[in-house]
Nanobody
């Protein structure tokens, strides 16, 4: 059964840090393309960072230098290290992982989201 589960969200003061985790299971591998996205009520879900199977990363300008994506293939787990958090980083964070199908388009799987709140 394919599943993506995020964890690690919470409340933190401005300037603080959090590390989000994304565990993939079934025929999904974090070694394929994966990404972190976030959404606030009333707004579109936006890309935070994505990484290709080859390790090429693309960060949103708003998080460059503060957030870092990584993954542990042995644990089939991806991570988002968030430092120097700002109130505007408050959102529900979602992980997207990809299942590769030979000869067919890849399938994206999303987690249920984890809330990150940055407030004094």
């Amino acid at each position: 059964q394919e599943q993506v589960v995020e964890s690690g969200g919470g409340s933190v003061q401005p300037g603080g840090s959090l590390r989000l985790s994304c565990v993939a299971s079934g025929r999904i591998s974090v070694s394929n393309s994966m990404g972190w996205y976030r959404q606030v009520p009333g707004k579109e879900r936006e890309l935070v960072v994505e990484i290709t199977s080859g390790g090429v990363t693309k960060y949103a300008d708003s998080v460059k230098g503060r957030f870092t994506i990584s993954r542990d293939s042995a644990k089939n787990t991806g991570y988002l290290q968030m430092n120097s958090l700002k109130p505007e980083d408050t959102a529900v964070y979602y992980c997207r992982c990809t299942r590769i199908q030979l000869g067919r388009p890849p399938i994206n799987y999303w987690g249920q989201g984890t809330q990150v709140t940055v407030a004094a």
